[in-house]
T-cell receptor
Framework: SQQGEEDPQALSIQEGENATMNCSYK?????LQWYRQNSGRGLVHLIL?????REKHSGRLRVTLDTSKKSSSLLITASRAADTASYFC????????????FGAGTILRVKS | DGGITQSPKYLFRKEGQNVTLSCEQN?????MYWYRQDPGQGLRLIYY???????QKGDIAEGYSVSREKKESFPLTVTSAQKNPTAFYLC?????????????FGPGTRLTVL
């Protein structure tokens, strides 16, 4: 069963605009992670936020976590054409063992 | 140059054949994972291993088998019992040791059944 679900499924923006992707999940988590995947490639880890954290930054990325709403958002500021990719959230749940549960992803297209 | 490698990049299989996908890491990670990705979908966990000589089934283990004889290697065999094996297969590793850390992914193997 899918724990994390991303919204929207697809997003198309102009270069320079901000992109926001959301992730909702169902059960309590240990941490939540965001990954990026370029077409036909492996995933690349972007950022990890723990259940006791509310916000985290990494370069142009900002991640928030609201455990009361069981949701997270990923904001990419000043987007570039090179940001075009699929973005996945993954939840880490201790009861599931040492593994992650991935959502279906958001496809981001940044037009130049 | 540390990382995780998968081979081959493309693999073609005839119906009824078993095929083995290779995954090697030199990151000294304890945990390794195999995922399947179908078009437009997220990753589904096939098998994972937290330590040498031990592994557990994931959500879609039927028709697959694995071994973990060495820390660096976690090969996946797609057997003839897997009815719809055409997919993109991703291997990953993480530090493990009781923590749910970030995972490092290989470049993937695209398997096509002819």
């Amino acid at each position: 069963s899918q724990q994390g679900e991303e919204d929207p499924q697809a997003l198309s923006i102009q270069e320079g605009e901000n992109a926001t992707m959301n992730c909702s999940y169902k059960t309590s988590i240990n941490n939540l992670q965001w990954y990026r995947q370029n077409s036909g490639r492996g995933l690349v880890h972007l950022i990890l936020i723990r259940s006791n954290e509310r916000e985290k930054h990494s370069g142009r990325l900002r991640v928030t976590l609201d455990t009361s709403k069981k949701s997270s958002s990923l904001l990419i500021t000043a987007s570039r054409a090179a940001d075009t990719a699929s973005y996945f959230c993954a939840t880490a749940i201790m009861e599931y063992g040492n593994k992650l549960v991935f959502g279906a992803g958001t496809i981001l297209r940044v037009k130049s | 140059d540390g990382g995780i490698t998968q081979s081959p990049k493309y693999l073609f299989r005839k119906e009824g054949q078993n095929v083995t996908l290779s995954c090697e890491q030199n990151l000294n990670h304890d945990a390794m994972y195999w995922y399947r990705q179908d078009p437009g979908q997220g990753l589904r966990l096939i098998y994972y291993s937290q330590i040498v000589n031990d592994f557990q089934k994931g959500d879609i283990a039927e028709g697959y088998s694995v071994s973990r004889e060495k820390k660096e290697s976690f090969p996946l065999t797609v057997t003839s019992a897997q009815k719809n094996p055409t997919a993109f297969y991703l291997c990953a590793s993480s530090l493990g040791r009781g923590q749910i850390n970030e995972q490092f992914f290989g470049p993937g193997t695209r398997l096509t059944v002819l």
